[in-house]
């Protein structure tokens, strides 16, 4: 069953830009509605749970070091179709095969360090927002 909400984090390489501000008003002028947002960081084993799901992959240690390395916005987002419409408007994993005028393609400089994360599912957006978020935090 679909759900009106997604989880997305701006990620360290984007909060260090100063790209916050420009991704949050792509990401409202879009249509979708902020019902949580806050300014965090992750530790090595918060970034290690967070992407367990990788851990067996060859750029598991990178991506956790990488995501561990500063601060994030992380954001529950709300609007019909949510999940679905925030990866169109994040664009592809790669900045360069992003379509023109998404999050990855203005913002993300490399596949590594592309800028922004959403979630992949309606299941994984509840099970990471609730990883960030206490529900007395949603809006």
Do not use: C
């Amino acid at each position: 069953m679909a759900t009106n909400r997604t989880f997305t984090m701006i990620k360290p390489d984007a909060v260090e830009n100063g790209h916050i501000g420009a991704i949050l008003e792509k990401i409202t002028a879009s249509g979708f509605r902020i019902v949580a947002l806050k300014l965090t960081q992750m530790t090595v084993a918060d970034a290690k749970e967070f992407y367990a799901v990788h851990s067996e992959r060859p750029f598991y240690g990178e991506l956790v070091e990488f995501m561990s390395r500063g601060p994030i916005v992380a954001a529950i987002l709300e609007k019909e179709n949510a999940v679905e419409d925030f990866r169109t408007l994040i664009g592809a994993t790669n900045p360069a095969d992003a379509a023109e005028g998404t999050i990855r393609k203005l913002y993300a400089t490399s596949l590594g360090e592309n800028a922004v994360h959403g979630s992949d599912s309606d299941e994984n957006a509840a099970i990471e927002g609730a990883f960030h978020f206490s529900g007395r935090e949603l809006f």
